[in-house]
């Protein structure tokens, strides 16, 4: 861009259409909650289309992910790569989901401290409908991060039990738990003074409990108080719900710890978020 | 007379600092009413209180007859606000930025573009309609963000130092920009840092400083405050200097002095019509006169005058903090 780019663009102000679009003092009725949140949506996915290499941490880090664990571990793991991939794949894509939720804090942060952030407080709409608009998005990107975990677990050997349904659920059950999940990012990305502190914040606590979880191997091994915290990590849960929607074995009360994660999750969090969003800066 | 804008009191405190310490304010409907002051002075505080992004610590405001406590929902239905940082979405397109806000106001699909589409040609955009804004010049970017304004025509629109950092020509078309906008019967509130500005646009102007209102009325009251302005005289002998100097010492009654320039003459704080009589008498002493000038003094002097110091030297972060 240079400044006779500029130049050639920089039209004058019309002052006759300019009158024109002032006489009309047309004032439509306030949208909707839904509406707002909707447009805020829009927002989000125009600027994923603009800006493409956006996509790039939820599509790459995926595949580099399955690859290097599958591989990497698959044969001491379970015998053999392919084995190991059946329980596997689910593990992983719980924890990618996981991860991309720490984009949600890390965004909204960097929306706050822009002027454009003052425009939509200082409009009349349902105020969380900027926090609506934005999960809304993010439920688009973990959806796309969870279809190409699983075609790529598909084609190195994946073969889910439950067959399609049992996957589509899996997938769902992950959804409402990152969102959940995200909520705890978002209240973080409000308080923070930038991204890059929301972004340490949040994976000082994802991390421990990516790892320290049923995600990667069996936890029997596992020191009794490791053991411990694996089985009440909330990681695990949705790994061992995953794992059982996708191969159609429900053995366990997995999925119903999953729901009371996310309903306590979301009751603490949500609340807190749009207090401090709220709340004058 | 109806007021667009009426505090009591207003003011607000982070922590220690007392950002806007008691502000009282009647801004006329129909009128540009210009708050003056240096950085840090309370001015974005204020139009933020206004504006109902900000909640006051004390006092009350009513905006185009509501309370901006209260009904501030109302408010922020009937005015909008141009920040001092452009409002702007950089990662949008500016024609997204428009739809975006018109879907925000309750326009549904179509009508949205059209709104759009009419904002973008009147503010000179539609060429770079479809341009990601951050790749938008800064007098662009100002008139995207007054566009945005005004996607909905406000009763009452902020304009928070509208024309900081743009070139001359940015900034003589968001002049002309409010003018319309006026002319169209919105009520604007701007803030400044230029005395020029203020002078040029505003009906009455407030001057601030450390949160409060240290003067207000309109440009010539504010200037008629600090005295009348100095009379030029340019002779046309340099060496009729001296008898110049006595006739109009003799009629003025005030001290004549003598410019750098050997065939000039200042004289100040002489009313008027006594410079009428003294220019007379200087004919009839048969002294010719080249130029003469009466002028007033500048926004700059009337600041200096109030506050005891410059406009531009004070250094304060506070609007920062706020």
Redesign the interface.
């Known amino acids: 861009m240079t400044a006779t780019d500029v130049t050639t663009v920089d039209q004058a102000v019309e002052a006759a259409t300019l009158r024109a679009a002032l006489s009309t003092r047309t004032r439509p009725p306030r949208p909707g909650p839904l509406s707002a949140s909707l447009t805020f949506g829009w927002r989000a996915i125009r600027k994923i289309r603009h800006v493409p290499m956006q996509l790039f941490d939820v599509t790459m880090f995926p595949i580099m992910f399955t690859l290097i664990f599958t591989f990497l571990f698959g044969g001491a793991l379970a015998g053999s790569p392919r084995e190991y991939l059946q329980v596997l794949l689910p593990g992983i894509l719980v924890m990618t989901v996981t991860m991309i939720t720490v984009y949600t804090g890390m965004a909204l942060n960097t929306d706050i401290h822009k002027g454009v952030f003052d425009r939509f407080r200082s409009l009349p709409i349902w105020r969380p409908a900027v926090l609506a608009g934005m999960m809304l998005a993010d439920a688009a990107r973990y959806t796309m991060a969870a279809a190409v975990v699983i075609a790529l677990g598909i084609v190195l050997g994946f073969r889910p039990g439950g067959g399609p349904l049992g996957v589509v659920a899996a997938v769902a059950l992950l959804i409402v738990f990152s969102s959940s999940l995200s909520w705890i990012w978002s209240s973080i990305g409000m308080k923070m003074q930038t991204p890059e502190t929301v972004m340490q914040m949040s994976m000082t606590v994802l991390f421990p409990l990516t790892f320290a979880s049923n995600v990667f191997v069996d936890p029997d091994t596992m020191p009794g108080w490791l053991q411990a915290f694996v089985k009440v990590n909330p990681i695990s849960h949705v790994t061992t719900a995953c794992r059982e929607l996708m191969h159609g074995s429900i053995e366990t009360g997995a999925i119903g710890w999953v729901l009371l994660w996310s309903a306590g999750l979301t009751v603490v969090f949500a609340p807190l978020t749009l207090r401090l969003y709220r709340a004058e800066r | 007379m109806t007021l667009a804008i009426e505090t009591e009191g207003l003011v607000k405190t982070f922590g220690e600092t007392r950002a806007v310490d008691g502000i009282d304010l009647g801004v006329k409907a129909g009128s540009v009413f210009g708050v003056l002051g240096p950085n840090g002075a309370g001015k974005t505080t204020t139009i ?1 209180m206004l ?5 006051p610590t004390a006092g009350s405001a009513r905006v185009l007859g509501h309370d901006i406590v209260g009904e501030a ?2 408010v ?2 009937l ?3 141009t ?11 500016g024609r ?1 930025n428009l739809i ?2 018109a ?6 699909r179509g ?1 949205a573009g059209e ?1 759009s589409a ?2 973008l ?8 309609a479809d ?2 804004v951050s ?3 800064g ?2 970017r100002r ?1 995207l963000d007054i566009a ?1 304004s ?1 996607v ?2 406000p009763d009452l629109l902020f304009l928070d130092e509208p024309t900081t950092g743009l070139d001359p020509r940015s900034r003589n ?1 968001v002049w ?2 409010v003018r ?2 006026v ?2 019967g ?1 009520t604007v509130l701007l803030t400044t840092q230029y005395l020029d500005e203020a002078d040029q646009l505003a009906d009455r102007i407030a001057i601030i400083d450390h949160g409060r209102i240290i003067a207000e009325g309109t440009s010539a009251e504010l200037k008629a405050s600090v005295g009348t302005g100095a009379l030029h005289v340019r002779l046309h002998d340099p060496g009729a200097r001296a008898e110049a100097e006595r006739v109009l010492a003799a009629t003025l009654g005030v001290t004549i002095e003598r410019d750098t320039d050997p065939a000039a003459l200042i004289a100040r704080g002489a009313t008027p019509d006594r410079i009428a009589v003294g220019l007379a008498e200087l004919v009839n002493a048969g002294i010719t006169v080249e130029e003469f000038a009466l002028g007033q003094p500048s926004l700059d002097e009337v600041f200096l005058s109030l506050t005891g110091h410059p406009a531009e030297t004070e250094d304060e972060t506070e609007e920062d903090a706020a």
Request: aromatic letters at 6%; charged letters at 25%.
């Open positions: 933020r504006a109902t992004l900000l909640q929902d109302i922020r239905g005015v909008s606000l920040g001092q940082f452009a409002s702007v979405d950089e990662e949008l397109t997204e975006l806000l879907r925000l106001l309750g326009f549904s009508p709104r009419e904002l040609e009147a503010f000179g955009l539609t060429e770079a341009r990601l790749t938008y010049s007098g662009m008139r945005s005004i909905v025509t078309q002309d920009i319309i906008l002319a169209a919105t």
